[in-house]
């Protein structure tokens, strides 16, 4: 009977080992998620403008490359020489693109 008491006992402090364990890594993890959520709402705002500085300064890019194929002729954009260059990094990365 008291082997029997005694696993009793060590099987009660297994179970609340268990629960003891079980609620420290749910703190954690509702910790960890409300850590991240309140992050990403901070810095939502930032992320959306980056992506879409980006995505607008692609566009912009693809739009001078058309309108340079087209018309051959960089005298009718007025752009700096380092916008110039860019565009003209950006046309030979298409042209060789083409070519292979």
């Not at 268990?18 to 910790?31: C, D, E, P, R």
């Not at 309108?67 to 298409?94: A, H, Q, Y």
């Amino acid at each position: 009977m008291k082997m029997m008491n005694n696993f009793y006992v060590s099987f009660k402090y297994f179970l609340v080992e268990i629960k003891w364990y079980t609620t420290v890594s749910m703190l954690a993890k509702n910790f960890i998620l409300i850590l991240f959520k309140n992050l990403l709402s901070i810095y939502q705002f930032w992320i959306k403008k980056i992506l879409l500085d980006r995505i607008a300064l692609d566009l912009v890019v693809l739009i001078m490359i058309n309108l340079t194929i087209l018309n051959e002729n960089w005298s009718c954009f007025d752009f700096n020489s380092k916008t110039r260059s860019f565009l003209n990094v950006k046309i030979d990365k298409i042209s060789c693109e083409f070519c292979s």
